[in-house]
């Protein structure tokens, strides 16, 4: 990957021809990339209700990210500054260790049908497990092109729930692998379904018949393993800088507060991926968040410790329901050249790699914050951003900006103080 060296002091053509050059690109790809939309209006159109323009984001590239000995160049869609550069500089450190190591479950999509109003719990859940087999026939009944791909209902789980007015909530769960797909269709036709019968089985009536997005049976998990020695900076020693990184997440795991902002870290770059790739990002934030909170209090996703020989260890275990195929994955331009950028060849692999940017994003984060603080590397990107806010043109904004970071007047009226005196000057 030399070819992306310094691949962010490149102009955006110069960027564009490296990446059409290592993704074979043909011209309409590389068409997309140049265009600001590239989701045409009309497909815009088709996709929600009431269209009446295309918001765009850049997309950019994480660099440096290895995962399971695979080199990865990484597809981010984002308006927030110095999270790709985050990326690629947390990304280099954990390559420089050896990558990351990534695994991911089976995945299952969870439907579930809620019943109420159940006279005997206990004779409902017998009549429940006993017709299992019956019941998963049902379900994969309504979607039998699934079972021929490998897929289908797998099992069925029952569970229960109490309301705030101690009314007993009987609650099942049907376990679906959906193969490529995130599958939310897929699983909501069949616990709709499934809800005649079960209201035969256990004498309730069916309320809520929808998805869970806790895919908690759809899991990734990555780890890295540091050596102190890389770690140092010019001022403060490997250990130093290791025994900070957990401290740091010690205090996200004793507060709530710090806890909401460490994972907020972690989803910048998850989002960005997930995003870029055409899937559903508010299901993913979703499944996190909620995973966090599984224990009964909302806690950091990653773990930071230290093993035996003193190396940093990082973990991060999420609820993925990613999908290769379906949605706007195939309408969306941008989404299929993501693909084909980052060289992703199923949903388990595109889980673990979204799930190894957002711990290379905690890293990074967590080393900026026990060190030179957060502020230090946002600052050339705070400062262009207040020159085009300010009014500064394509021309303008670099000089502006270094005005601005060396004056370290990081505001607007600054700006478009001496966005007037440039101009005078003409």
């Known amino acids: 990957m030399e070819a992306f060296d310094k691949f962010y002091k490149k102009t955006v053509e110069e960027r564009r021809a490296v990446l059409a050059e290592y993704a074979n690109l043909n011209e309409e790809e590389q068409a997309f990339l140049a265009s600001t939309g590239a989701l045409s209006l009309d497909k815009a159109n088709h996709m929600i209700e009431n269209t009446v323009g295309i918001y765009s984001l850049p997309l950019g590239l994480g660099m440096n990210m290895l995962l399971n000995e695979k080199k990865y160049v990484v597809p981010m869609a984002m308006e927030e500054p110095s999270v790709v550069a985050a990326q690629s500089s947390g990304a280099k450190l954990i390559a420089q260790n050896g990558g990351m190591k990534g695994t991911a479950t089976d995945r299952k999509m969870i439907g579930q049908v809620e019943l109420i109003n159940v006279p005997d719990v206990h004779v409902a859940k017998e009549k429940v497990i006993a017709s299992r087999e019956k019941l998963i026939a049902i379900a994969n009944g309504a979607h039998p092109s699934l079972q021929k791909r490998g897929g289908g209902a797998v099992d069925l789980q029952v569970r229960t729930a109490k309301t705030v007015s101690e009314e007993t909530l009987f609650i099942v769960h049907l376990l679906v692998d959906t193969k490529e797909a995130m599958g939310a269709n897929m699983v909501n036709t069949m616990v709709e379904t499934l809800a005649p019968e079960l209201e035969i089985l256990t004498d309730g009536t069916a309320n809520m018949r929808i998805l869970s997005n806790l895919v908690d049976e759809a899991t990734a998990t990555v780890t890295c393993r540091l050596s102190p020695l890389s770690l140092a900076t010019k001022t403060q020693s490997g250990e130093w800088v290791r025994d900070r990184i957990i401290a740091a997440y ?177």
């Not at 010690?250 to 960005?272: C, L, Q, S, V």
């Open 250 to 426: 010690e205090f996200a795991d004793a507060d709530i507060y710090r806890a909401a902002t460490h994972n907020k870290g972690i989803m910048n770059g998850i989002d960005a991926v997930i995003m870029a790739f055409g899937n559903d990002w508010r299901a993913v934030e979703a499944a996190s968040h909620a995973y966090a909170a599984r224990t009964g209090s909302y806690k950091p996703m990653s773990k930071w410790s230290k093993d035996r020989q003193g190396y940093l260890v990082g973990e991060l275990t999420l609820p993925m329901p990613v999908a290769f195929v379906g949605g706007s994955i195939g309408i969306h331009p941008i989404a299929s050249l993501s693909k084909k950028i980052a060289r992703v060849e199923s949903a388990k692999e595109l889980a673990m790699l979204v799930c190894a940017v957002g711990l290379t994003q905690n890293l990074a984060a967590l080393k900026a914050l026990v060190t030179e603080g957060i502020q230090r590397g946002h600052m050339s990107l705070q400062a262009k951003s207040l020159a085009m806010t300010a009014g500064a043109n394509a021309h303008e904004i670099e000089q502006v900006a270094q005005f601005l970071q060396e004056s370290k007047q990081l505001n607007v009226m600054a700006a478009k103080a001496y966005i007037a005196t440039l101009r005078s000057k003409k």
